[in-house]
């Protein structure tokens, strides 16, 4: 049996996202977070030598997640304003053309789930609200969220091979299929 990130995203989704929630207090916390595992997971998944293992490997990446997920954080006494990060005038940010083409790719969605992106990511919803609009329990509005998210990110590592640095930022991609390649390229 070949392992995918579909397949690992159903069997570990919500224990992956329980074993998160009780280490981190916010639930887009959560989110985000479980998202970065299978961003991680997706772009890894060839790694794995030994399918036996997959449970521990999945942990490990959402322990060392969680590890950089605190280490982001500023400490209390740590404070940054005033300080401006120096750019090289030849510097472009990555992340910035990359978000410029995303309303295009969400557009490529299914209805459902691009209707439950925009209303919550683009007009600033809340999935509670979202739910309430659409017609949805609060839990299907989340799933559907989640499910959109996914299938974005998919879209996304299927268009470009993203750079990311030692904190997960994006910085450099080099497009893949011509999908994005107009809307990515600086």
């Known amino acids: 049996m070949t392992i995918t990130t579909e397949n690992v995203w159903r069997e570990f989704?919500?224990?992956?996202?329980?074993?998160?929630?009780?280490?981190?207090?916010?639930?887009?916390?959560?989110?985000?977070?479980?998202?970065?595992?299978?961003?991680?997971?997706?772009?890894?998944i060839d790694t794995l030598e030994d399918e036996a293992r997959l449970a521990p490997w999945l942990y490990q990446i959402t322990r060392n997640t969680l590890t950089d997920h605190y280490r982001r954080?500023?400490?209390?006494?740590?404070?940054?304003?005033?300080?401006?990060a120096a750019v090289a005038e030849d510097d472009y940010d990555a992340a910035a053309l990359i978000s410029a083409s995303l309303r295009d790719l969400v557009e490529q969605l299914p209805a459902k789930y691009r209707d439950a992106l925009v209303l919550t990511e683009f007009?600033?919803?809340?999935?509670?609200?979202m739910a309430a609009e659409l017609g949805l329990s609060v839990s299907g509005a989340k799933s559907r969220v989640q499910r959109a998210r996914a299938m974005l990110r998919d879209q996304l590592l299927d268009c470009c091979h993203f750079e990311f640095d030692r904190l997960g930022h994006v910085i450099d991609y080099q497009p893949r299929l011509r999908c994005c390649q107009p809307a990515l390229t600086p």
């Open 123 to 129: 007009e600033g919803l809340t999935q509670a609200e």
């Open 73 to 84: 954080r500023p400490s209390p006494g740590a404070s940054l304003e005033g300080v401006e």
């Open 13 to 44: 989704s919500d224990r992956l996202r329980g074993f998160i929630g009780r280490r981190v207090s916010s639930a887009a916390d959560v989110d985000d977070l479980l998202s970065d595992v299978f961003v991680k997971v997706h772009t890894r």
